[in-house]
């Protein structure tokens, strides 16, 4: 026992700094790589301009291998410290931080002018590094749970607004012709879906005055229609909300504990072991 001890409390100590943001050193960890990853994506959205690429390449390059680094080592411990790392590999954060690490250095196995082209378009690949924020933010997992809740009424309400699209642009497929440049239903289906969402990008455009009068029907119906997702997304999370509240009592308060079997989190204060798996937590 007093061999596995020392092995034992690093990797816990590890565990609880990576994992958690209820300690000091989980807080600092947090902040630190959310800050690498702030630095990320600027520093892709910079490459992308050409003249400051080439003003600043060397120092985009450098930065960009030391963020590489510190998300690689972020990878190798967050699996040296579950006890089942196929759970985290293969978990939607744990194929995020693949991804996001993986394209700088598969950049080294190209060679030649002619791979140039495909490594442009492997390094948008990091811009992956934006959803690693999402274990950041707090309110993230209640949105998704809203909008999960919400995928059956928003599913009849798109299906509802595809069958309008297709009888509308049928509508002026049959009133303009080709002529107005409503050379066919797919067309037609397409324009009415450009103004239907208000985008309204003026390639096609009605020339009569009965397709001129559906198509102001169309741009009215269309702010109504925006508002409607909206509205239902946002009373699910305001029902999960209240629900989260009314569970969450001061007797019952929930933590950032992470479980080292299972992954799973939101464990309730002084819990000794995982809700989900029955694992013994450390404390």
Request: proline residues 3%; aromatic residues 12%; glycine residues 6%.
């Amino acid at each position: 026992m007093s061999k596995t001890k020392p092995e034992n409390s690093w990797r816990h100590k590890l565990h609880d700094i990576i994992y958690e943001a209820d300690t000091r050193a989980g807080k600092v960890f947090d902040v630190i790589l959310f800050i690498a990853i702030i630095a990320s994506i600027i520093f892709v959205m910079l490459e992308s301009i050409k003249s400051f690429d080439e003003k600043y390449h060397s120092f985009l390059n450098i930065a960009e291998w030391v963020i590489t680094i510190l998300f690689t080592i972020e990878y190798i411990a967050r699996i040296l410290t579950v006890k089942k790392p196929y759970k985290y590999i293969f978990s939607f954060y744990g194929i995020i931080d693949f991804l996001s690490t993986i394209p700088k250095y598969i950049s080294l196995l190209f060679g030649g002018i002619h791979a140039l082209a495909a490594l442009r378009a492997l390094r948008l690949l990091r811009i992956f590094r934006i959803l690693k924020l999402a274990r950041y933010l707090g309110a993230s997992n209640l949105l998704a749970s809203a909008i999960k809740s919400s995928r059956a009424k928003i599913s009849v309400f798109l299906f509802a607004v595809l069958i309008l699209c297709i009888i509308f642009g049928t509508l002026m497929y049959l009133i303009e012709g080709e002529e107005s440049g409503f050379t066919s239903i797919p067309v037609s289906v397409y324009w009415c879906i450009v103004t239907l969402t208000t985008v309204g990008f003026g390639d096609i455009a009605p020339v009569t005055p009965l397709g001129q009068f559906i198509a102001a029907l169309i741009m009215i119906l269309g702010y109504g229609i925006i508002a409607v997702p909206t509205g239902i997304v946002s009373a699910e999370y305001t029902a999960l909300g209240k629900k989260k509240d009314n569970t969450q009592t001061p007797l019952v308060r929930l933590n950032s504990q992470s479980c080292e079997n299972c992954l799973a989190e939101d464990h309730r204060d002084g819990a000794e072991y995982c809700y989900n798996c029955g694992e013994k937590l450390h404390i």
